[in-house]
């Protein structure tokens, strides 16, 4: 990915040496972090959740799971955790439509 933005994208903050890869990264997980105190706070379920998604989480960890076949389960996973997320705080919590509709989702995204 990075070798495609040095020799097609150099505009970009990275490959233009605006900010460095490490730095990125630093605050990536800066972050992460802070939002995973953010959904402690919210819950004990919500902070659990929250800090589920965390390793699955591409951003951070710059795309190397792009380069694996477990990818799209990756991505899938991280996409149904954000469904629980969002249901665990809501008035209901998590309920059985709110894990269906992030199964749909995840077995989608593992499809493409």
């Known amino acids: 990915m990075f070798e495609f933005d040095r020799q097609y994208r150099k505009e970009r903050p990275i490959p ?4 460095s890869l490490g730095l ?3 605050w990536g ?12 706070l919210l819950g004990v379920r919500t ?3 929250g800090v589920a998604v965390g390793p699955g989480d591409s951003s951070v960890r ?3 799971q792009k380069k694996t076949v477990l990818a799209p389960v990756l991505m899938g996973l991280c996409r149904l955790l954000v469904y629980l997320i969002a249901a665990s705080v809501a008035a209901k919590g998590v309920t059985g439509l709110a894990i269906w509709s992030g199964l749909v989702l995840a ?3 593992c499809r493409t």
């Open 16 to 19: 233009s040496g605006a900010i």
């Open 24 to 26: 990125v990264c630093r």
């Open 29 to 40: 997980l800066i972050w992460l972090g802070l939002g995973g105190v953010c959904l402690i």
């Open 47 to 49: 902070g659990v959740l």
């Open 62 to 64: 710059c795309n190397p």
């Open 107 to 109: 077995c989608y995204i």
